[in-house]
């Protein structure tokens, strides 16, 4: 199994309301991502996680709120977003190298993403 | 600084035409390099990557250069066909597990 699952595949939801996106994969991958993309932008990073601990967080406003609970899955909790949040959503996993979670330097490792939420805030 | 130039932002070629993109990048210490192919509303694909100690991989139609000296990396797209209309990202790691994008190239191949 070489797949991404993301659900849903469309979201609409109201500034008002709670939602939240699920990503699952199965190639034993220790690192996942949440990417930001708005229309003729490149993928811009949100969060990674790596063996299931936050390794990075881009500045993302609090009302994102990312969460591993298991080597498979990742969510990302949507609370009181706004219009300019709409945007795809995607997901995206790795397997680090062998130096492990406290790899230094530069990553080598091949991103593979899922098919994306599409996000629209009213 | 944190940079991946891309270059050109579209790109219209006839079909059986080749095609180039070429990104240049700011961080000597990067040193592997994938090229994503993006179809419109959907997941961007790696569709080819090269690593720091060769200066060429190909596959099939589809190759990749790398100067490292120079700082720059390119994307070769040999017999082109319509559904290689799409938009095509490079990228650059810019520290663990961190990615930094191009801005795109939007190809599109024209019958």
């Known amino acids: 199994d070489t797949e991404v699952t993301q659900t849903p595949k469309h979201l609409v939801m109201g500034m008002t309301n709670k939602k939240s996106l699920k990503c699952e994969q199965h190639?034993?991958?220790?690192?996942m991502y949440w990417y930001k993309q708005k229309a003729k932008k490149p993928p811009e990073l949100m969060f990674v996680y790596s063996y299931e601990k936050l390794s990075i967080n881009e500045s993302v406003p609090s009302r994102f709120s990312p969460e591993c609970p298991n080597s498979s899955l990742l969510n990302l909790h949507l609370h009181a977003l706004q219009p300019e949040d709409s945007a795809l959503y995607l997901c995206?996993?790795?397997?680090?190298?062998?130096?492990?979670?406290?790899?230094?330097?530069?990553?080598?490792?091949?991103?593979?993403f899922g098919p994306g939420t599409r996000l629209t805030v009213l | 600084g944190e940079n991946v130039e891309q270059h050109p932002s579209t790109l219209s070629v006839q079909e059986g035409d080749s095609a180039v993109i070429k990104c240049t990048y700011s961080?000597?210490?990067?040193?592997?390099f994938p090229w994503y192919k993006q179809e419109l509303g959907k997941r961007p694909q790696l569709i080819i990557d090269?690593?720091?100690?060769?200066g060429e991989k190909k596959d099939q139609r589809i190759a990749v250069t790398l100067n490292k000296t120079a700082k720059h990396f390119s994307l070769h797209i040999t017999e082109t066909q319509p559904e290689d209309s799409a938009v095509y990202f490079c990228?650059?790691?810019?520290?663990?597990?961190?990615?930094?994008f191009g801005t795109g190239t939007r190809l599109k191949v024209l019958a």
């Open positions: 990228a650059a790691p810019r520290r663990t597990y961190k990615y930094i």
């Open positions: 090269i690593r720091s100690n060769v």
């Open positions: 190639m034993g991958h220790r690192a």
């Open positions: 961080d000597s210490a990067s040193n592997y």
């Open positions: 995206a996993s790795s397997q680090p190298g062998l130096a492990g979670p406290r790899a230094p330097g530069v990553s080598t490792d091949t991103q593979y």
